[in-house]
């Protein structure tokens, strides 16, 4: 009992939060599918633009995009099934059932892996498979907001050329802002990528090897990815002399990661 006291007043406290932020709301809102875009063999976005009030949700996804108020971006992975485990429900269904014009039911955005807008000291975003998005939507954010008084950093892990998601969006950024750098790991490269354009090195993320571009004086660090991924960068980061209040990460993946 006093375990869910605890839960339904955290949940009031962040309804409370909710209404007091600028563009907030209490409870749920209608939004409707704006658009659908096959970003990668396993990512989706989906754009969504405000509606009216209603009830109920059933996955937790980052924004991937700089949000406006009326209008969210949500990037999801595909969950296929492999051996045993069976497909992952609401991925799937975001992919063949609901159409452009469905409507979903969100609640405001909240957390508290959030990027520190007022900072210029530099920002290196780190990211495996699908916690991408969210370091997409920093990445605009930053650019949009700051644009190239603050130093990016973008690296990236995934399997290879056809599961890298927002690849050409990055490409577009880095073309435009000359204070955004990136360094992308393929797992495994395929016939199809190429070396210097899609990809940089082979293998996992390993930021020793890159410790002259990604370990930079007064940064901060920003992973995101599965768990295993997200402790490995972390202690990397502390290895190279990284304070841990630098570091700021988001428990991130399906429940399988
Ligand atoms: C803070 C946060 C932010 C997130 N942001 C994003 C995001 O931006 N984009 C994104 O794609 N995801 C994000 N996620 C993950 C997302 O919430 C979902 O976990 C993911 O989309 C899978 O949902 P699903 O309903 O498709 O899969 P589910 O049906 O919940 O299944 C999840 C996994 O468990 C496996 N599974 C299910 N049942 C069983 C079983 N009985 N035995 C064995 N295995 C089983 C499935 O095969 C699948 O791989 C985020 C998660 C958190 C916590």
């Keep these: 009992m006093q375990l869910a006291d605890i839960f339904i007043n955290f949940e009031e406290g962040l309804y409370q939060q909710g209404v007091k932020t ?22 989706i ?8 009030q209603g009830p109920t949700a059933d996955v ?4 991937s995009d700089s949000p406006t108020p009326n209008h969210f971006r949500i990037s999801v992975k595909r969950e296929f099934a492999t051996g045993p485990k069976p497909a992952g429900r609401v991925s799937n269904v975001l992919y063949e059932s609901l159409p452009i014009g469905a409507e979903l039911d969100v609640s ?5 892996f959030v990027l520190y807008i007022n900072a210029t000291t530099p920002a290196v975003l780190i990211s495996g498979g699908v916690g991408l998005t969210t370091m997409m939507s920093m990445l605009k954010t930053i650019v949009n907001q700051q644009g190239n008084a603050r130093k990016v950093v973008f690296i990236h892990a995934t399997r290879n050329g056809y599961v890298h998601a927002m690849k050409e969006g990055l490409f577009h950024i880095i073309a435009e802002n000359p204070s955004v750098s990136r360094v992308v790991f393929y797992e495994e490269a395929s016939a199809q990528d190429k070396k210097g354009v899609d990809y940089v090195h082979v293998g996992g993320v390993n930021l020793a090897e890159i410790k002259n571009d990604a370990v930079l004086p007064d940064a901060d660090y920003y992973i995101c990815g599965p768990q295993p991924f997200m402790k490995a960068q972390s202690k990397s980061l502390e290895n190279l002399g990284v304070s841990p209040d630098r570091i700021h990460m988001e428990v991130f993946g399906s429940p399988s990661d």
């Design 22 to 43: 600028p563009g907030g709301w209490k409870g749920w809102r209608k939004f409707f599918i704006a658009n659908k875009k096959i970003e990668s063999d396993e990512i």
């Design 45 to 52: 976005f989906l754009p969504s633009g405000s509606g009216r």
């Design 60 to 63: 937790q996804a980052s924004i």
């Design 108 to 112: 405001m955005p909240f957390g508290d």
